[in-house]
């Protein structure tokens, strides 16, 4: 009766928060019934999280993104920052790739990013 159940961990439960907040959730793999308690937990989260005031890590690289984005502080940004590296870049999430690509690209669009 409960099998279906057995894949309810934290660790599911937070790869599912963190795969909505970074768009790459896919509703495939996982059934209606398990989708709509993660869902239910996902939403009581951001519901005392933010009662907390807190951020967890996904919120912070949404929050820089948000920063960034700001045309000032982009190009501020682009002025100071010469060069980036990323180690592990096949590892990188949505977010952190939106960062990287709007402090590499300059007003005209163009990619300022040395690959080694």
């Not at 940004?77 to 300059?106: F, M």
């Amino acid at each position: 009766m409960f099998s279906e159940y057995k894949e309810i961990t934290v660790k599911n439960i937070s790869y599912f928060i963190s795969s909505i907040k970074n768009k790459t959730f896919k509703k495939d793999y996982i059934s209606d019934k398990i989708y709509e308690l993660y869902n239910a937990v996902y939403l009581q989260y951001e519901i005392l999280k933010k009662k907390s005031k807190n951020l967890d890590f996904d919120d912070l690289l949404i929050k820089c993104l948000e920063i960034i984005e700001a045309p000032e502080i982009l190009e501020k940004l682009r002025k100071e920052i010469r060069h980036i590296l990323v180690d592990e870049y096949q590892d990188t999430n949505y977010i952190q790739h939106e960062i990287i690509k709007a402090l590499s690209i300059d007003k005209n669009k163009n990619f300022v990013l040395d690959t080694l």
